[in-house]
């Protein structure tokens, strides 16, 4: 059976959108009309992804979120291991998504199992939604016989991935909404009330004090040049965004942040984290060791860290171990070369390999925490700062006036 996009009017006269499989238009159309819906277009999704616009092509293939990849990798796991065959499984994962797009996505790897293809195979034709990670996993399970098992990392993989994830974004919302609230006070003050306030000592003939006149310049810029100033910072952010499109220019870059204190450190441990995690997973599906490190050096972001993974290869498939070639590398944490060694000697180097992860992923959480604690108080010791500075300019000039009346 093949899956058909189709478009149709309800009974109340509204354009619904959706999925069915059938093994012709013929038969799809008869199916919406046995839902009480009068079909307008039906086509076969595969053909339609096929003869569409470049960007109708990248619409359909575009990612999909940790969320959902986490949900159905979950469902299918789970299914496959209660020994459904592996076509009902993704019919029934199908059947229970809540997106269209996504229930395309099901019946179009549905379609091409049935056809005799291997799931890895057809999840090819998704690489932005199946990475070559969880490709990698997926064929290793078919070849070995645990497909089921190896869905079921997978989905802890992507659970704890979007775990993480999450955990970051929550950990920065709170500095970010304190950095914005201090930016918009201090705008708004130096815009309309500093000028007000500041407007009755433009007459006088005393000169006034150094944070007075130092005030009054800052409020003048800010009113005059603020709105030129917040296009200007627009456009260089745009235009480093595409000058850091050249693999070149952004290689420089990441070298830049490697070099800074704290920011190497937090970089490299998320790095080589996901790293760890990526290979103690792959390792443990019966991917080779060599194709593993290979697939694992794609998940690292920065690209200096990606070229010393791809040294790391290397001298692995010259002869040396894994732990005394990233002991060469002199990129990855010693805590983590020392735990893989250990695993080489013992023979558990996946289980080791995931401690490592774990073990960065818990310090770079504590890191994060520390210093998010420390930020607060810094941001409100910062504005207290910033009022106490507009204040004292603003009362310096009256002490001056009672000084000269009395």
Known sequence: MTAYRYRALNLEGKLVRGVLEGDSERQVRSQLRGQSLRPVEVSEANRQAQGASPWRLAALRRRVSAGDLALITRQLATLVQSNLPLDEALQATAAQSRSTRIEGILLQLRSRVAEGHTLAYAMGEFPLVFNEMYRAMVKAGEHAGYLGPVLEQLADYTERRQYTGQKLKMAMIYPFILVGVAIAVITLLMVFIVPELVGIFAHTSRELP???????????????????????????????????????????????????????????ALDTARFASTLSILMASGVPLLESLRIAGEVLTNLVLREHSEQVAERVQEGSSLHRALEQSGRFPPMMVHMVASGETSGELETMLERSATNQERELEMTLGTMMSLFEPLMVVFMGGMVLTIVLAILLPIFDLNTMVK
């Open 210 to 268: 150094l944070l007075t006149r130092g005030l009054i310049v800052t409020s003048d810029f800010f009113r005059d040049w603020g709105g030129w100033m917040f296009l200007g910072i627009a456009a260089l952010w745009w235009l480093a965004r595409r000058l850091l499109r050249n693999p070149r220019r952004r290689r420089r870059w990441h070298s830049l942040l490697l070099r800074i204190p704290g920011i190497s450190r937090l970089l490299v």
